[in-house]
T-cell receptor, first 114, second 113 residues
């Protein structure tokens, strides 16, 4: 019962490097999400995928791209990392995009950009 | 003004105490409300949904006041294991899209022995 799996758990990058964060869920959920969490700011939605083949911008999409590779996998890419992207990144999934269904979170990726 | 505001705390209470958190939201069209719990350096987990009539789950009671636009969470007989950060979450998409979830920055609770 893995749920939502994120890799890697920790990463340190230099400014300008690129990186892809991986996320996979085994609950047959349709919707998947990427959030970032910064101190004192709560979770903020970066991108969202309502279903396989669709993606949509969230609150803070700049500097990121996503790919919904298949129903299970939703990756987040930083093309040119900046120190402002130092954060904890969470992937989540839910059965569908309706609000009353809870979102299940992965255990996060701690990313530092030097 | 933040769309969802919470007192960051920290709230330090003794075991067995009753503690209440409030959360205010700015969008009167908000549709759905939740409390999530987040342990230190862990992922958020759904604690409970909040329904218009109020709802209870064991020692936890959630209330919604639409007129005043606030949500509350009451924890009775607090346990050491209740120590965590509690996140207030609001959705106001008219079409019910979960992408419109907004998380508060959380209220930190420490239950002391």
């Amino acid at each position: 019962n893995a749920g939502v799996t994120q890799t890697p758990k920790f990463q340190v990058l230099k400014t300008g490097q690129s990186m892809t964060l991986q996320c996979a869920q085994d609950m047959n959920h349709n919707s998947m999400y990427w959030y970032r969490q910064d101190p004192g700011m709560g979770l903020r939605l970066i991108y969202y995928s309502a279903s396989e083949g669709t993606t949509d911008k969230g609150e803070v999409p700049n500097g990121y791209n996503v790919s919904r590779l298949n129903k299970r996998e939703f990756s987040l890419r930083l093309e040119s990392a900046a120190p402002s992207q130092t954060s904890v990144y969470f992937c989540a999934s839910s059965p569908s995009g309706t609000p009353r269904q809870p979102q299940h979170f992965g255990d996060g990726t701690r990313l530092s950009i030097l | 003004r933040k769309e969802v505001e919470q007192d960051p705390g920290p709230f330090n209470v003794p075991e067995g105490a009753t503690v209440a958190f409030n959360c205010t939201y700015s969008n009167s069209a908000s549709q759905s409300f939740f409390w999530y719990r987040q342990d230190c350096r862990k992922e958020p987990k759904l604690l409970m949904s909040v329904y218009s009539s109020g709802n209870e789950d064991g020692r936890f009671t959630a209330q919604l006041n639409r007129a005043s636009q606030y949500i509350s969470l009451l924890i009775r007989d607090s346990k050491l294991s209740d120590s965590a950060t509690y996140l207030c979450v609001v959705n106001w998409a008219s079409r019910g899209s979960a992408r419109q979830l907004t998380f508060g920055s959380g209220t930190q609770l420490t239950v002391l022995p």
